[in-house]
């Protein structure tokens, strides 16, 4: 590909993943509106944001292995198609049912897409930009936040909820037309079975990586999950302020995608520790400053501009080892970071909720810090591993035959 095409490229991955950010994240702003509507509680409607979670987390690995033998231009395409039409049927959605069906299946739907554009911009990107590729890619799901939600349900609550589904839809077209443009029509497929796929959780060092996401966007997540009780009960932020504190925090992590990229490139796994040491240090002096506004509030934006720094490496990491592993896993491989992220905040905001309700608010740094710590531990072993192995290839390589 030239350079032109590989810009165009990544644009057009960058924003069909903030068209699948605010089609994911959209519907938290326009919850009381679809409760109305529906006919249910403010809490039944909450089941289709937890839903759409646990419908990513597990059943894009299946898609992209029960999928894994058809071309990848055409699945990316298809799905993406396809998922652009289920959320403008949200028109139709009349039952909580009729709607539950359609996150259910635009979830899996938007994991396939977003795992399967990131596996083809690691392979068709240039060296060079590979990893600043796939940040910009995640960062579509930052930017979704910071802008598609606002102005989402802005629509939906002037012109009726499904609306903002519809005009995401409509918007979607864009990004569609430019990756029917660009995407290389390669004949990339995986040409392993889907047992043969999921045995990659038989390696270790697979298994070893997978927790790293896990630990460190679990670690930021204790604390966004609750960051509004904590801004206004603990750090005595008033209410009137809390919009624009969270809107430079929104803002904070688009930059940190831009820092993930960095992280990416080189020796990842030196800097990645070096991100959670920093992490570690930000949930302590988060910890010690509570009761000082301005200095806490000061960590929490630090906590921002690093939470999404792993990101990239961690993508890229999963893929090489599972390339390593094998060939025909890398696609598969592309939906660990994704699954891997979810369960994260899944597992945050259960302990979150657990430390909230046991001891309060003023506690959640101190869980947040024993994430972060263990997010380092692992990626020491897995830098450690990497280190035992590049020593074993070299020795096998001079040894005489």
């Not at 068209?19 to 994911?24: A, F, H, P, Q």
């Not at 592309?334 to 046991?358: C, E, H, Q, Y």
């Amino acid at each position: 590909m030239t350079r032109k095409k590989e810009t165009i490229l990544i644009f057009a991955f960058t924003f069909a993943a903030f068209i699948l950010g605010t089609t994911e994240y959209v519907i938290v702003g326009l919850l009381k509106d679809i409760s109305l509507s529906l006919g249910i509680s403010v809490a039944a409607a909450g089941i289709l944001v937890s839903s759409f979670a646990i419908a990513y987390a597990a059943g894009t690995p299946f898609a992209v292995s029960f999928l894994g033998r058809v071309p990848r231009h055409i699945t990316i395409l298809s799905a993406y198609a396809v998922l652009l039409f289920f959320n403008a049927l949200t028109v139709l959605a009349g039952s909580f049912a009729l709607m539950f069906v359609i996150r259910v299946v635009t979830a899996i739907l938007c994991g396939l897409t977003l795992s399967l554009s990131i596996a083809a911009a690691s392979e068709h990107i240039g060296g060079s930009r590979r990893a600043g590729a796939v940040a910009w890619i995640i960062g579509g799901f930052s930017i979704a936040n910071v802008l598609g939600v606002p102005l989402g349900t802005f629509v939906g609550q002037m012109l009726g909820w499904q609306s903002a589904f519809i005009v995401t839809s409509v918007v979607g077209v864009i990004p569609f037309i430019l990756i029917a443009f660009v995407l290389p029509k390669s004949d990339t497929r995986s040409v392993s079975s889907m047992k043969q796929q999921f045995a990659l959780f038989n390696n270790r060092r697979i298994r070893l990586a997978f927790f790293i996401p896990v630990l460190g966007v679990g670690s930021v997540f204790i604390v966004y999950t609750y960051i509004t009780p904590l801004l206004e009960n603990v750090l005595g932020i008033p209410q009137a302020w809390t919009s624009a504190v969270l809107l430079g925090y929104g803002g904070l992590t688009i930059l940190s995608n831009w820092i993930g990229a960095k992280v990416a490139q080189g020796h990842s796994r030196v800097k990645l520790k070096a991100i959670f040491l920093i992490q570690s240090g930000l949930m302590l002096a988060l910890g010690l400053t509570l009761r000082l506004t301005w200095l806490a509030l000061l960590c929490v934006m630090l906590v921002a501009l690093f939470s999404y720094a792993l990101s990239a490496a961690v993508q890229l990491y999963l893929i090489d080892l599972a390339d390593a592993a094998g060939g025909g896993s890398k696609d598969f491989a592309s939906t660990l970071m994704p699954v891997a992220s979810n369960l994260g905040i899944a597992m945050g905001s259960l302990l979150g909720s657990f430390v909230v309700d046991r001891i309060g608010l003023a506690y959640l740094p101190w869980a947040a810090l024993a994430f972060a710590i263990g997010a380092f531990a692992v990626t020491s072993r897995c830098h450690q591993l990497d280190q035992e192995e590049s020593g074993f290839a070299a020795v096998s390589s001079v040894r005489p035959t």
